[in-house]
């Protein structure tokens, strides 16, 4: 008993195995078979990804670029002239322990002159005749973990004993998180609506090619053949114009990206202005571009061929 449950196991599976394969030929077949209208289809595709994926590293590195000044976000508590070593040092040890704060470091009032002269460039230099008697204080300079978090950190830090003024940038700051939240769900917004229309798009191309068919398709409903065995090859078919639609999309854009990172790099001096390096970013892009095109393939052949399965 036991072996004849093994053979009809073993028949079971290399029947599958058979119609798999069969399958998959005839979504190859379908593709040649369908010249024009399957060129169609991997064009419409081609299109749609190449806005979504110039679209999709845009708003990546806006992102990047968004996280990059967030993360120069920092509050500065300068300190009373009063203050005696002990007490900046206690000053030092209740910042560090206030709740979000990621690091704090020390700059004196030496420091705080230097840096203020190099900030001004040429007029900068008038300030060095300060240097013997320093009008500046010494301040503690503070890194939030989360920069949204930093007009909280603030406020508890004005209260300390010691603390002579906060500075932070507050309207500033406000303004540039209310921007960047602005930026990161518009781009989503358009990513989605993106995708939705080549969905679209590629469902009624997809379907102009299955409705040459649908006598075939009838025909094989009469004659008792299931929605699964009739859906597989379309499944498959539309799968592969996904993949070679994401072809020509996915090289355009890893040589666009190539070619102007290399030359952003070189002109931009800002430190915030930062691309996503090349690899592994052209990695992922790729495979998000080719998961999105196969994908909206699938689905567009799915949902074009589901009508014509009901004889």
């Known amino acids: 008993m036991a072996s004849l449950q093994e053979m009809n196991s073993e028949v079971s599976t290399a029947m599958k195995i058979r119609t798999l394969i069969r399958h998959i030929n005839e979504g190859f077949k379908n593709i040649s078979r369908n010249g024009w209208m399957s060129f169609a289809s991997i064009g419409a595709v081609t299109v749609t990804l190449i806005l979504v994926g110039a679209f999709l590293a845009l708003i990546l590195n806006l992102n990047q670029i968004a996280h990059n000044i967030e993360s120069d976000v920092e509050v500065k508590a300068f300190i009373e002239r009063t203050a005696d070593e002990n007490d900046v040092r206690n000053l030092g040890t209740e910042i560090e322990s206030i709740a979000g704060v990621k690091s704090v470091s020390f ?7 230097e840096s203020l002269i190099e900030s001004m460039g040429e007029e900068g230099e008038a300030w060095r005749l300060f240097k013997q008697d320093n009008p500046l204080t010494h301040a503690f300079i503070i890194k939030p973990e989360v920069p949204k978090d930093t007009t909280s950190i ?10 002579r003024e906060v500075t932070y940038g507050k309207d500033t700051i406000d303004r ?3 921007f960047n939240d602005y930026a990161r769900n518009i ?7 993106l995708v939705l229309t080549a969905i679209f798009l590629i469902s009624n191309t997809i379907k102009l090619t299955i409705m ?3 006598e075939e398709i009838g025909i094989m409903k009469l ?7 009739i859906r597989w090859p379309f499944f498959i078919e539309g799968m592969l114009l996904g993949a070679l639609g994401s072809v020509v999309p996915i090289l355009l854009i890893l040589v666009g ?5 290399g030359n952003i790099r070189e002109k931009v001096s800002f430190s915030f202005v930062e691309f996503l390096p090349f690899y592994p970013f052209a990695i992922q892009l790729s495979l998000i571009i080719l998961l999105i095109g196969v994908f909206i393939g699938m689905w567009g052949s799915v949902m074009s061929v589901r009508k014509f399965l009901r004889v």
């Not at 990206?257 to 990172?261: I, K, M, T």
């Open 257 to 261: 990206y190539n070619y102007l990172d």
């Open 223 to 229: 004659v008792g053949a299931t929605n699964g065995f």
């Open 107 to 113: 700059a004196s009032n030496d420091e705080e002159l």
């Open 187 to 193: 781009g989503l917004v358009l990513i989605i609506g």
């Open 212 to 214: 040459a068919r649908s």
């Open 154 to 163: 603030a406020e508890q830090v004005t209260h300390l004993d010691h603390v």
């Open 176 to 178: 540039l998180f209310t």
